[in-house]
T-cell receptor, first 113, second 117 residues
Framework: QKEVEQNSGPLSVPEGAIASLNCTYSDRGSQSFFWYRQYSGKSPELIMFIYSNGDKEDGRFTAQLNKASQYVSLLIRDSQPSDSATYLCAVNRWPGGYNKLIFGAGTRLAVHP | GAVVSQHPSWVICKSGTSVKIECRSLDFQATTMFWYRQFPKQSLMLMATSNEGSKATYEQGVEKDKFLINHASLTLSTLTVTSAHPEDSSFYIC?????????????FGQGTRLTVV
């Protein structure tokens, strides 16, 4: 079992729709969770992080965390073609104070006009 | 946000040669930097954790004698791929975290596309 699992996609949504991206993790000791966006050939850029159960909203993005079920999701409202990218879920395990991030394989999102 | 600069952005080298990649934190001091490798259509795989002034901690399966990491200052970590082979061709990315707790953001460098021919 992979530590962080994501559906590879592609997830195809029409422009203006809500895109829903999901991620599950295996380590119950995980403390914080991150969503990154990565365009092809570029390094990841942080969208948002969440560490408490519930929802966290930032503009068009909402992260949802359910530690009991060990899943975290990202909703993108009013999806735009520029949102087309690979979305990486990352989990922080806090061993030895190093703040290591463990990444999922990513979900490719395609927003079509 | 904080800036992490990685250099070079791409490099082509001959099989058997060594390549050095630099990762600099430009406006903050990074006591810890991370080196990742990403193959096409795959996720980032952590290679090693680089700590200023001490030996790097390598992930299981990563050859420490092949991937030499040096973190000589609070703003610079280097990754040297020694005796590179075509299978080492990949996208190498460094990241640094501001040392302020467990919830801080990780800032990524631009990445280095290594092609070994």
């Amino acid at each position: 079992q992979k530590e962080v699992e994501q559906n590879s996609g592609p997830l195809s949504v029409p422009e203006g729709a809500i895109a829903s991206l999901n991620c599950t993790y295996s380590d119950r000791g995980s403390q914080s969770f991150f969503w990154y966006r990565q365009y092809s050939g570029k390094s990841p850029e942080l969208i948002m992080f969440i560490y408490s159960n519930g929802d966290k909203e930032d503009g068009r993005f909402t992260a949802q965390l359910n530690k009991a079920s060990q899943y975290v999701s990202l909703l993108i409202r009013d999806s735009q073609p520029s949102d087309s990218a690979t979305y990486l879920c990352a989990v922080n395990r806090w061993p030895g104070g190093y703040n290591k991030l463990i990444f999922g394989a990513g979900t490719r999102l395609a927003v079509h006009p | 946000g904080a800036v992490v600069s990685q250099h070079p952005s791409w490099v082509i080298c001959k099989s058997g040669t060594s390549v050095k990649i630099e990762c600099r934190s430009l406006d903050f001091q990074a006591t810890t930097m991370f080196w990742y490798r990403q193959f096409p259509k795959q996720s980032l795989m952590l290679m090693a954790t680089s700590n200023e002034g001490s030996k790097a901690t390598y992930e299981q399966g990563v050859e420490k004698d092949k991937f030499l990491i040096n973190h000589a200052s609070l703003t610079l970590s280097t990754l040297t791929v020694t005796s590179a082979h075509p299978e080492d061709s990949s996208f190498y990315i460094c990241s640094a975290r501001v040392p302020a707790g467990r919830l801080t953001e990780a800032f990524f460098g631009q990445g280095t596309r290594l092609t070994v021919v």
